[in-house]
């Protein structure tokens, strides 16, 4: 973990209410896809922790939605501001376990943290799927992204504005060998029950620290509760115990 000064060089608007955010400082501590980073805006008493979008030696890449104060604050910034940024923070998700043909699924501001795995994948040669969903059409992000790395990309929304109609579940292939997932608690929850396979799923979750000090994220599993922030965000299917 690194606590670190960094410079906006890009904030955009790139669909509704969400904002990509291109940071320039040290990344050394930025090790894996699925780690967050965790901002500090002046006025606010608890930090932004949001997920590691893209990463490399020298920018980190976030997407982020604008709807509390704090990220609101964040998408009015501009190029040149700087901000105070914890790196090298959570577990990220394990490459190791993925087979050769992994399934990655996303909702909403889940999507982020899929697209530095899906590179890191594809540079292991693993032939890559992705499931983007989102409510409607103009909240969808990232699925031309996608596919310029090479990945085979299905977009979901509720009301059917664009892809295919209803939730990531409706939209699941054959033949994937473990999934990999981050989104909103509800469509885990059915992703746990809708794969036939193995996986990892991150959790979205508030966090007062972001590096397991006040225990505020806590969840329980199968070996007993673990932090969000430091044992996950990161999880494996076969150890999440959901509360009913």
């Excluded at 090790?31 to 922790?49: Q, S």
Aim: glycine fraction near 12%; charged fraction near 25%.
């Amino acid at each position: 973990m690194k606590d670190s000064i960094f410079k906006i060089t890009e904030n955009v608007n790139i669909a509704k209410k969400v904002y990509r955010m291109v940071l320039a400082g040290d990344t050394e501590a930025v090790k894996n896809p699925g780690e967050f980073i965790n901002i500090r805006l002046d006025g606010f008493y608890l930090r932004r922790p949001i997920s590691v979008c893209d990463a490399d030696g020298s920018c980190v890449t976030i997407i982020y939605k604008a709807v509390g104060k704090g990220t609101q604050r964040m998408s009015r910034m501009t190029a040149g501001e700087e901000l105070q940024i914890l790196t090298g923070l959570g577990n990220g998700y394990d490459l190791s376990l993925s087979g050769d043909r992994p399934l990655l699924i996303g909702g909403g501001v889940g999507v982020p943290p899929l697209y530095l795995l899906a590179k890191r994948l594809l540079a292991q040669g693993k032939q890559v799927s992705v499931i983007l969903g989102f409510n409607t059409a103009d909240e969808v992000f990232y699925e031309e992204e996608f596919r310029a790395l090479g990945c085979a990309v299905t977009v979901t929304t509720v009301d059917g504005s664009r892809g295919v109609k209803g939730f990531v579940t409706d939209a699941l292939p054959e033949g994937y060998t473990y999934f990999y997932t981050c989104g909103p608690e509800p469509m885990l929850k059915a992703v746990y029950k809708a794969t036939n396979t193995p996986g990892q799923m991150s959790f979205e979750e508030r966090m007062g620290c972001g590096f397991g000090a006040c225990m505020g994220c806590s969840c329980k599993t199968l070996t007993g509760y673990k932090r969000i922030c430091k044992d996950g965000p990161v999880m494996k299917k076969e150890e999440i115990l959901w509360e009913s």
